[in-house]
């Protein structure tokens, strides 16, 4: 195959060494620029050349993978991605999906009221200079943790060693990676970031695809703007009036042409509160509420483009990662051809020859209302690409008049391809700046800075608390909570560490009990599937419903191909449910598609909780999906039976190392999300992965039985009967509690009490096996008597001490002397 850079290095004595794959990612071509006449064009940027969205993507996320392991997770975690405009706005999202785990933000040349720019710098060789910088939330660029800069290639390094000078004045830090497909600097060039690293005081990595140079004989300049010169006028090109519209000619902006067939618009469904793009922040969280879309959207383009063989995915200037994604997940449809590329204000010189890497232009008026005035646009190697459909993405700001016009972008296409199609991706409107602007709620945390599990398994919206000191002794904790003097949120129990005879005890229950579980968590995720919403958003309680969340995530994923969102969130007897965590829910989501998810019910306490908390706001469903139901207070749930659910058998070593929730009024302020821990120093007995994946492993021997299941349920009878919560009154009544929230019924609930609480008695359902040995051996280690009952509508049921005072362990309620 001819390169595509032939043409100039034959004319111009131009050449391009280095890696063996350099030829492969790039091409080159001449542009009208005083500052440097050649242009270094990507075959794998998703711009210039229509390419596979799916290699646009895979180099930008590989290149993010590189990156995280050479931050290790931890400092992954605290970093921040920038991207450049306008070129590398869509590889520096890539990027920041291969971390993983960190924000994204790109420059912009688009101004936007009610904004303040965090920053801004100049890219030297550019015929557009200025870069604005212009976070939603000014402490984006703020923190410490590593800076990630991406652009397509780094040459001479000025614009990355402006970009860190300038945000480093601001906000120094002590790392920062530059990211590029490719490394061309030259060999004055190459010790430039080591000495600038040495001057700001900090450490610079360099991640690259692959790595060259340019060699440029002298006079390369001129001798190339006089080729431009040449070419336009053998052409009939001007610099007032370009022509190069079809391979080798052109309809210049500005002339009348005959109306073209309408462009078929088609509805996106762009999901609620997610940007079009980086330009003002764009999350882990953004990601996954867009990643849980993106199937549905592609389905709508798929349907509007119509049979077409070969379609094009074209972008908008800045606007390539939406259109990139778009493209991706209709590639994955499997039923066109799919490439995609991308409009710009960047002139190139077009010449249709196999050697040359821009072949054909279209060009058109700028239709977003610039804020430099109005110029012209390109569009390159689109006409006579053999395009069957073309769909073009702009953001709403670009949804003009212009676009519209006889002269515009849509009817540039139109006279090249059959079919055109409009998809307008709302432009993401940043909120004005007022005192609330200072109170934002912040993202999600993911692991592994908060928690063990993977990022994409749960967001905790939740703050952490893992410096502060808040274990209490179990009897002092219980004193002041039956006292009155404290709520059992404001601290936390120390946490249990299970001997090697209880923790032999879990894995056997595990090992007994995974396939009953599977088939659990399949019967409430197909449930849910069929009757709340076919995307559902997972929203765990914290912590006993985590575990169980990203099980149903991962049962969705597995037997249905869904990547469904997944949130934890704090919710507190007597106390309700996390108000902040509700309204970024809000902002981020549609409520009507939270699902409210736990491990299961005791006597529904927490059932009703959630049930009055959601009173204040609109939109959500309180109805909760649980595991198991043993009490009877839901409609959507795994069963009914009340079995031992290994994941309640310990504390934070199979809930990803994170503490129960905290809501303390000197830590919580109005504006904060309720806390918690993350028991780092738990790592050697967690086993909360080994949970996972153990009952994962049963999936696909339970599908079956989950199919027959879910249809008897669907068509059942499932109205709660409430039988847990009248035998908790009885029990109460019966043993002279007169205190419901000291009956903890069901498996689950008893567990905690033995671990958390001070217990006062255990009741046994007569006859129960081998889901209480765990239970009776917790009770001998505290020396509390259990007592096998009739007539018990749980497995078992756990009594809290009554009339609690410190040290007391004995049966009759009064203080044992000696212990």
């Known amino acids: 195959m001819v390169w595509s850079g032939s043409w100039v290095a034959q004319r111009l004595g131009v050449e391009l060494v280095g890696d063996d794959a350099l030829k492969d990612l790039l091409g080159l071509a001449l542009r009208r620029n005083p500052k440097r006449a050649h242009l270094l064009v990507s075959h794998v940027l998703g711009k210039h050349?229509?390419?596979?969205?799916?290699?646009?993507?895979?180099?930008?996320?590989?290149?993010g993978v590189r990156?995280?392991?050479?931050?290790?997770?931890?400092?992954?975690?605290?970093?921040?991605?920038?991207?450049?405009a306008e070129t590398a706005t869509g590889l520096g999202h890539s990027v920041a999906d291969g971390i993983g785990l960190a924000p994204y933000l790109h420059s912009t040349r688009r101004p936007v009221a009610g904004v303040a720019p965090a920053g801004g710098f100049e890219e030297s060789h550019s015929h557009a200079t200025s870069h604005l910088l212009l976070p939603e939330d000014p402490k984006l660029l703020a923190g410490a943790g590593p800076l990630v800069l991406v652009d397509d290639e780094f040459s001479t390094g000025n614009t990355v060693l402006n970009t860190i000078r300038d945000l480093h004045e601001r906000h120094p830090r002590e790392r920062y990676v530059v990211v590029a497909l490719v490394d061309m600097r030259s060999e004055a060039d190459a010790g430039r970031l080591e000495d600038f690293a040495k001057e700001v005081g900090a450490r610079i990595d360099l991640v690259a695809t692959a790595e060259g140079t340019v060699l440029l004989p002298e006079g390369v300049l001129e001798k190339g703007q006089a080729l431009v010169a040449a070419h336009e006028r053998a052409s009939g090109e001007t610099p007032e009036r370009p022509s190069a519209a079809l391979p080798g000619?052109?309809?210049?902006?500005?002339?009348?042409?005959?109306?073209?067939?309408?462009?078929?618009?088609?509805?996106?469904?762009?999901?609620?509160?997610?940007?079009?793009?980086?330009?003002?922040?764009?999350?882990?969280?953004d990601r996954v509420a867009l990643e849980a879309e993106l199937p549905a959207m592609a389905a709508r383009i798929a349907d509007a483009a119509g049979p077409a063989e070969r379609v094009l995915v074209l972008g908008c200037e800045e606007l390539m990662y939406a259109p990139l994604r778009l493209a991706h997940a209709l590639e994955a449809l499997g039923t066109s051809e799919v490439r995609c590329?991308?409009?710009?204000?960047?002139?190139?010189l077009a010449v249709d020859d196999p050697g040359y890497a821009i072949r054909s232009r279209l060009v058109f008026p700028a239709h977003d209302d610039p804020a430099d005035g109005p110029g012209e646009r390109y569009a390159y190697n689109v006409a006579g690409g053999g395009f069957d459909a073309v769909v073009a993405v702009v953001d709403s700001t670009a949804d003009t008049e212009a676009l519209h016009a006889p002269d515009g972008l849509l009817a540039r296409l139109a006279e090249h391809i059959p079919h055109v199609v409009l998809a307008v991706v709302p432009s993401y409107v940043p909120a004005p700046e007022t005192p609330e602007r200072e109170s934002m709620l912040p993202e999600p945390l993911r692991g592994p800075a908060f928690s063990s599990y993977a990022p994409d398994e749960v967001g905790w919206l939740l703050q952490d608390l893992s410096d502060v000191e808040l274990e209490a002794p179990t009897e002092e904790r219980e004193e002041a909570i039956q006292s009155g003097g404290a709520h059992y949120a404001e601290s936390l129990p120390v946490e249990y560490q299970p001997s090697e005879q209880y923790q032999e005890l879990f894995r056997a229950a595990l090992d007994t009990s995974a396939a009953r579980i599977a088939r659990a968590v399949g019967t409430v995720t197909e449930t849910v599937l069929a009757e709340r919403s076919a995307r559902p958003v997972l929203v765990s309680l914290a912590r006993a419903g985590t575990p169980v969340g990203v099980l149903m995530r991962r049962w969705a994923r597995h037997r249905r191909?869904?990547?469904?969102?997944?949130?934890?969130?704090?919710?507190v007897r007597g106390r309700g449910i996390d108000a902040n965590a509700l309204r970024w829910l809000a902002a981020h989501h549609d409520p009507a598609d939270v699902v409210f998810v736990d491990g299961w019910t005791g006597k529904g306490a927490i059932t009703r909780e959630l049930a009055v908390a959601l009173g204040e706001f609109d939109g959500f469903d309180p109805e909760i999906a649980v595991l198991a139901d043993p009490g009877g207070c839901v409609r959507t749930y795994g069963t009914r039976e009340d079995f031992l659910i290994p994941s309640a058998c310990l504390n934070s070593t199979v809930s990803g190392l994170i503490s129960r929730t905290v809501l303390r009024a000197d830590l919580v302020g109005p504006n904060d999300f309720h806390g918690a821990k993350y028991y780092r120093e738990l790592a050697g007995a967690d086993v909360s992965g080994h949970f996972l994946d153990t009952v994962a492993a049963r999936f696909d021997e339970v599908a079956d039985a989950v199919d027959a299941e879910v249809k008897e349920l669907l068509s059942a009878d499932r109205a709660p009967t409430w039988a847990g919560w009248a035998a908790v009154e009885r029990i109460s009544e019966e043993y002279g509690i007169h205190d419901v929230n000291l009956v903890k019924p069901g498996v689950g609930e008893t567990t905690r009490v033995l671990l958390r609480r001070v217990p006062w008695k255990i009741l046994a359902k007569r006859g129960a096996g081998a889901d209480l040995d765990h239970v009776r051996l917790l009770a001998e280690h505290r020396g509390v008597p259990v007592e096998e009952v009739d007539d018990l509508p749980y497995t078992c049921v756990g009594l809290i001490h009554p009339q609690y005072t410190r040290g007391a362990t004995g049966a009759d309620g009064r203080a044992v002397a000696g212990q």
């Open 67 to 84: 990156v995280r392991e050479l931050l290790g997770d931890e400092e992954a975690a605290r970093s921040v991605v920038l991207g450049y």
């Open 561 to 571: 191909g869904l990547d469904l969102p997944h949130y934890a969130v704090s919710i």
């Open 341 to 348: 590329s991308t409009t710009t204000r960047s002139p190139v």
């Open 249 to 285: 000619t052109a309809v210049p902006a500005g002339t009348a042409v005959p109306p073209a067939h309408r462009a078929v618009r088609v509805e996106l469904g762009w999901p609620a509160g997610v940007p079009d793009g980086g330009r003002h922040g764009f999350t882990p969280a």
């Open 49 to 63: 050349v229509p390419q596979s969205p799916a290699a646009v993507y895979g180099h930008g996320f590989a290149l």
